[in-house]
């Protein structure tokens, strides 16, 4: 899939997992893979920027955890971070319907 389709729709994504439960960042990366079924497959280069960028904007809070003799990093939703949550969802929904009603309008015809 186009890298291009998989940014404009990282907020989302992110947000929208971390809303369910506090995650870390390999999680992160790994249930999208799973749940996407490997469209959605992240770099940590990719996703820590997005969670640092949601942290100084207040939409994330992190703290430490120790597990397994592993101390990891887990992001928890704020307030603040479910109300961007559901402006994302509307954006996308408004976009997903947009671009059905134009593909819509499309007379597809294949020749060999």
């Given at each position: 899939?186009?890298?291009?389709?998989?940014?404009?729709?990282?907020?989302l994504l992110i947000l929208g997992l971390i809303s369910q439960r506090d995650r870390y960042g390999y999680e992160i990366i790994r249930?999208?893979?799973?749940?996407?079924?490997n469209v959605f497959q992240y770099k940590e280069g990719t996703l820590y920027p997005?969670?640092?960028k949601f942290e100084s904007l207040g939409y994330v809070t992190s703290y430490f955890k120790r597990e397994n003799n592993k101390e990891r990093k887990y992001y928890q939703i704020t307030d603040k971070g479910r109300k961007q949550l559901v402006s994302e969802k509307e954006e996308f929904e408004l976009f997903k319907q947009t671009v059905n009603n134009v593909v819509g309008t499309f007379k597809y015809e294949f020749s060999e």
């Open positions: 899939m186009d890298k291009n389709y998989i940014g404009a729709g990282s907020n249930d999208l893979e799973i749940l996407s079924e997005i969670l640092h």
